[in-house]
């Protein structure tokens, strides 16, 4: 199934929490995504308002949502570095008028010297 490109600002959130709970858990509940945005965003959510939004990520394509007796279990389907791609992409495309450089130019802005130095390494790696 292909995944449509843009979540909303918690769609993003939560997907966050499950590609951070897929790392050390075998299997996510719907209580563990509240515990996980409890604990990393301070938010706080119902369990029907987060089952509303697994349906929609489910409907996009990004997760799957596996019934066993009382309980649904979370899986993702869509890879976070894929998704973290295709993210930067549409923001090239959209805020930079298709423009590496002027992307460039503009995250270089935002960093501190010791990050622009390792960030002239990686450039020098890549020449390797």
Do not use: P
């Not at 697994?54 to 949502?65: P, S, V």
């Amino acid at each position: 199934m292909e995944h449509k490109d843009m979540l909303s600002g918690m769609e993003n959130i939560i997907m966050k929490s499950i590609w951070r709970l897929e790392k050390t858990e075998k299997r996510i509940t719907v209580y563990d995504i509240i515990q996980s945005l409890k604990e990393n965003y301070e938010k706080k959510y119902s369990r029907a308002t987060i089952r509303t939004y697994l349906t929609k990520l489910e409907k996009k394509g990004f997760i799957r949502l596996k019934w066993e007796g009382r309980y649904s279990y979370i899986s993702s389907l869509v890879k976070e570095k894929a998704y973290q791609k295709k993210q930067l992409e549409n923001m090239k495309e959209f805020w930079f008028d298709d423009s590496l450089s002027d992307m460039i130019c503009a995250f270089t802005e935002t960093i501190s010297q010791e990050e622009a130095e390792e960030l002239k390494d990686l450039v020098d790696k890549l020449g390797d």
